[in-house]
């Protein structure tokens, strides 16, 4: 079992940045591939940013590529959403996952534990 908390959260003004952080507790936490997903007021829950166990491969939704960046500190069991140039649109509550598969994955599906999420909003 894994326990996911992230933090982080708040309000911004579009262009401004925030970073997101999700610790986990339970198992071992460079085991697991890591995900950030969100869900905007009225719309599904969608991918953000994807991380493998080592950190080295990343994948992003078209949407934030470039603004966006995803990283991992093993030995802090925390996972990071670095978030720049901030839109409207970004808006959502954020939420972190852990999956117990190989490769970094886009599939809400393929992810075990999900934490409770953090709310961004972006104003113009």
């Known amino acids: 079992q894994v326990q996911l908390v992230e933090s982080g959260g708040g309000l911004v003004q579009a262009g401004g940045s925030l970073r997101l952080a999700c610790a986990a507790s339970?198992?071992?936490?460079?085991?697991?591939?890591l995900g950030w997903f969100r869900r905007a007021p009225g719309k599904e829950r969608e991918f953000v940013a994807t991380?493998?166990?080592?950190?080295?491969?990343?994948d992003y939704a078209d949407s934030v590529k470039g603004r966006f960046t995803i990283s991992r500190d093993n030995g802090k069991n925390t996972v990071y959403l670095q978030m720049n140039s901030l839109k409207l649109e970004d808006t959502a509550v954020y939420y972190c996952?852990?999956?117990?598969?190989?490769?970094?994955?886009?599939?809400?599906?393929?992810?075990?534990?999900w934490g409770r999420g953090t709310q961004v909003t972006v104003s113009s």
């Open positions: 339970g198992h071992t936490f460079s085991n697991y591939i």
């Open positions: 996952a852990a999956a117990t598969i190989h490769l970094p994955s886009r599939y809400a599906r393929e992810y075990d534990y």
């Open positions: 991380i493998s166990w080592s950190g080295d491969i990343t």
